[in-house]
């Protein structure tokens, strides 16, 4: 976990083929746009499976992903860390693929694999050879279909989740600061608010019939969508899609219980002790508006002029100006995403560690400084070009890097939350309608102080 | 237990996947090198669709070339490069860069010094004759060199509180003993010891163009981001040139802990002597590594992993500098396995000594390997770092060409071969970092 980014050419030949082979929706037919743009081809199998497939030809490499609409948001409450744990449940066996052997199956066909769990959904993905899709569909059907698991499989998956909590946490001076520490002081929802990361008890206790219901109210084609883009032909993409996931039984996914937050109204702050630390640190969580809104990608604008960059008004003043720290870190869903690929209650989130000799109270003090500029004045149309700039830059890097897998990230988290993979080809669009105006408003509402948390991090480390 | 099965289908045959189509051929992107009449290399590298274009300034001046007593004052002269020049200041350089779609990269290793930053392809031009100016005209002030103290003041305390750094530096210390390879930090006394004088002499003894390689890589206009690099780079002094310190390396069985208390894993750091980056065996020893503890499906992360759970985050790397390799096992595994965790490394180990592998892992394997190779030159940084090792270790061009060849030429004996030549017991360094009143009699038999 924790790894905690041409125009499609639908003819007729192929359309034909999907009514022929039970599809129940017309393929939607990628339009080329102004601004960053791919190809996007989507449709849904007789199951509910969504399949998204985007070509990209620049290198003979192919990334297959299916995302399922289940994180560790709403995991059992008396089982955190389960949503994770499952995942790697995934990995250890289905019907025609032992422990190890879709691992095995993977990197001896040339190719990278991983998987995560976030927020709101469940990754696994590979990057592969061209010319070895096929065989990917293939495997990955294998386990959407069911896995064939033993209690030593857990009881080791145990052991090596328990180490990951270990090594990346518990071990390790600043483990949950601010990536799980901020939404826990923040939220009131335990959905929101709870160790997504896993209480070492709680992943202790997990059973084999938990991972039983677990999969058999979210592991569904009904709840996922499946991504193929990179070098591949569509129409055998299709063949195959059709061929290995078009007899998984579809099952209602549980419905999704009630995740949202009540509008803050106080401001809060929560120490928590580090015994591993020896420098204080401290972090600041502001509550994001609605994903999608206007005031959403305002949001966006605002991370990359306050935050994002040596550029940004915050590294000016904290780093250069006030010399609180080296750096400073944050964003939105900075710990386990970006501002696309969540799907709820979520924070924009900035934190330092810095010297003894300056005090939480100092840092909020100039914190505000910088944000009472951005409420009280208009930003100009320079610095939200530039703003754009750095986020176009961004996006090109997130859409190609790693072989595709940031594309078909997006491409899959646009499918299951939004029903709409085209989104993807007007983020752009949607960053170039924010005004000055809209901005100051913005931060006038997101950015009081009455809607932030701060944790204060105590070094009681040597 | 089985969720889903469908019934009647429990006692089937297993389905073998398909096996895929035919791959496609893999060429290295075609590279156009020159030298100034300073001695300066450039390597543009027309490449991808993505309108974006990646420089890296390799300066090869590092912590190798650090005064005794000023240990790092490589990296603060590099990080002091971007607090100004004579013409611009520090928020101007951040601005300008910004507006292009990028930002500015600095940092210091063993060798080098990498000035990096990818931009916007159409600020390609632009952004070679800013990074000109930043290697060149650097505007040292004491108020900066205050300001990095105090962050590398505050770096350096929190590496000390991290397992995984006590355990690298302490392995360094000990396998390069003697060397300047062997300190990675500087003490706090070195850094308070830092003068603005310290960090102009520095600049002046080691940046010029005889030491500097610059690579482009991306999509670019030629012609333009050329006459840029000329225009900009041109007048730069030729300066000193680059020299080796190749390391004696410490091959003595040896062995090290360090007292974590009440710490719930145990950072274990194993390793011996390996070939260099430009040895014959280097490609053949890339394929044992990979099949022993490189790969996610590789032997040891099978055993202590998804075996006996022992740990989540094993791994194995090759530690190249010229002329010189070591091989490193680390794994951050429980407190209370991490005596039974070293005994089944050194049994996987020993079993790639003393048994052939087969046929149908050695395959899996080099496939690996070469999808690796094709996935990390996909991207514009892995270009220039396949490239750049090729030129630090002058193993001369057709290296990157042949090298998938090297790979599939491997053969099981081979294989056995480079378990039995490097990793030997009695060259094998440990490291232990961990809970000493729980590991102690747990590790009392590798200690020797």
């Known amino acids: ?462 | 237990m089985c969720f889903a099965c469908f019934a009647g289908d429990l006692l089937a045959q297993k389905q073998t996947p398909p096996a895929g189509g035919q791959p496609k051929a893999f060429v290295f992107p075609e590279q156009e090198v020159y030298t100034l009449p300073n001695g300066m290399r450039v390597t543009l590298v027309p490449y991808g669709s993505v309108p974006k274009v990646a420089f890296q300034a390799v300066v090869y001046a590092g912590t190798k070339d650090d005064a005794k007593g000023k240990k790092a004052i490589s990296e603060t002269v590099g990080a002091m490069l971007k607090e100004g020049t004579q013409t611009r200041t520090a928020d101007q350089i951040a601005r300008e860069i910004a507006e292009m779609g990028g930002g500015l990269f600095i940092s210091t290793g063993t060798d080098s010094t990498n000035i990096s930053g990818e931009v916007l392809t159409e600020f390609g031009a632009q952004f070679a004759a800013l990074l000109a100016d930043v290697l060149q005209n650097p505007n040292f002030k004491a108020a900066d060199l205050e300001l990095i103290r105090a962050n590398k003041l505050r770096a350096l305390a929190v590496a000390r509180t991290q397992a995984g750094n006590q355990a690298w530096s302490k392995f360094r210390e000990v396998i390069f003993a003697g060397h300047p390879y062997a300190q990675i930090n500087p003490t706090d006394d070195e850094v308070k010891g830092y003068t603005l004088d310290d960090v102009r002499n520095f600049y002046a003894q080691f940046y010029g163009g005889a030491r500097t390689h610059l690579y482009v890589v991306g999509k670019f206009d030629r012609l333009a981001v050329k006459n840029a690099i000329s225009k900009g780079f041109g007048g730069w002094k030729r300066g000193t040139t680059a020299t080796r310190n190749v390391p004696t390396i410490n091959a003595k069985r040896s062995f090290a802990m360090i007292d974590r208390p009440d710490s719930p894993q145990s950072t274990i750091y194993l390793g011996m002597p390996g070939p260099a980056f430009s040895d014959p065996d280097y490609a053949k020893f890339v394929v044992m590594d990979s099949i022993l503890a490189g790969s996610f499906g590789s032997r040891i992360t099978a055993n202590i992993r998804e075996n006996k759970g022992y740990t989540y985050s094993p791994g194995s790397f090759l530690w190249n500098r010229y002329k010189t390799g070591y091989w490193v096992q680390n794994a951050d595994v429980t407190t209370q396995f991490t005596g039974a965790s070293i005994k089944e490394i050194l049994f996987e180990i020993n079993r790639m000594r003393n048994e052939p592998v087969g046929e149908t892992e050695l395959n899996g394997i080099k496939s690996y390997l070469i999808g690796l190779y094709v996935l990390q030159n996909s991207a514009r940084t892995g270009v220039i770092g396949q490239l750049e090792s090729m030129n630090y270790n002058e193993v001369g061009k057709d290296f990157l060409d042949s090298y998938v060849q090297k790979l599939s030429a491997v053969t099981a004996a081979d294989v056995q071969e480079m378990a039995k030549k490097y990793l030997v017991e009695d060259k094998m360094a440990i490291v232990v970092v961990g809970d000493k009143a729980k590991i102690a009699e747990q590790v009392k038999p590798y200690e020797k």
């Not at chain 1, 549980?254 to 015994?275: A, C, F, L």
């Open chain 1, 1 to 462: 976990m924790r790894t905690l980014i041409k125009r499609s050419a639908a003819s007729l030949f192929v359309m034909s083929m999907m009514l022929s082979l039970g599809v129940t929706t017309q393929a939607q037919k990628a339009k080329p746009q102004a601004g960053i743009s791919v190809p996007v081809t989507y449709y849904k199998l007789g199951n509910g499976l969504k399949v998204v497939l985007s070509p990209e030809r620049s290198a003979p490499l192919a990334t297959i992903a299916v995302y399922y609409n289940i994180g560790f948001r709403i995991e059992p409450r008396d089982r955190t860390g389960f949503a994770h744990l499952f995942e790697h449940l995934m990995f250890q066996g289905s019907k025609n693929l032992g422990k190890m052997e879709y691992i095995r199956l993977v990197e001896s066909n040339g190719g990278v694999l991983n998987g995560s769990t976030r927020f709101d959904f469940t990754n696994y993905f590979a990057v592969v050879p061209s010319h070895k899709v096929e065989t990917l569909l293939w495997a990955e059907a294998d386990r959407m279909r069911g896995l064939d698991i033993t209690d030593d499989n857990l009881k080791n998956q145990q052991g090596v989740v328990g180490n990951e909590v270990k090594v990346n946490v518990l071990n390790q001076p600043y483990g949950g600061f601010p990536w799980i520490d901020l939404p826990m002081a923040a939220f009131t929802n335990w959905y929101n608010s709870h160790n997504f990361y896993g209480e070492l008890e709680d992943i202790e206790a997990a059973t084999m019939a938990d991972a039983k219901t677990f999969f058999d109210k979210y592991y569904s084609p009904k709840n996922a969508v499946l991504v193929v883009t990179g070098d591949f032909n569509e129409r055998d993409a299709r063949t195959w899609i059709q061929k290995y996931f078009a007899d998984i039984p579809a099952q209602t996914p549980d419905k999704i219980p009630d995740i949202s937050e009540p509008r803050q109204t106080k401001e809060k702050t929560v120490t928590k002790s580090d015994k591993l630390a020896n420098k204080p640190g401290v972090a600041f969580g502001y509550k994001m508006p609605e994903r999608g809104t206007p005031e959403y990608y305002a949001m966006g604008l605002i991370d990359q002029i306050m935050l994002q960059g040596e550029d940004s008004l915050l590294y000016k003043e904290f780093v250069k100006d006030r010399g609180f720290a080296g750096g400073v870190g944050g964003g939105i869903n900075s710990g386990l995403g970006n501002m696309f690929n969540y799907n709820g209650p979520m924070l924009f989130d900035i934190s330092l560690i810095h010297d003894d000799k300056f005090s939480a109270a100092d840092i909020t003090r100039s914190l505000d400084s910088v944000v009472a500029n951005l409420q009280e004045k208009e930003v100009s149309q320079k610095d939200i070009n530039r703003a754009i700039v750095k986020l176009r830059s961004g996006l090109y890097d997130t859409m190609t890097q790693f072989g595709g897998f940031g594309r078909a990230d997006l491409l899959a988290c646009f499918a299951i939350f939004d029903d709409n993979p085209q989104k993807i080809n007007q983020i752009e669009a949607n960053f170039r309608r924010v005004t000055p105006a809209l901005i100051k408003k913005t931060a006038k509402e997101y950015l009081r102080s009455t809607n932030r948390t701060t944790v204060i991090l105590k070094a009681e480390g040597k």
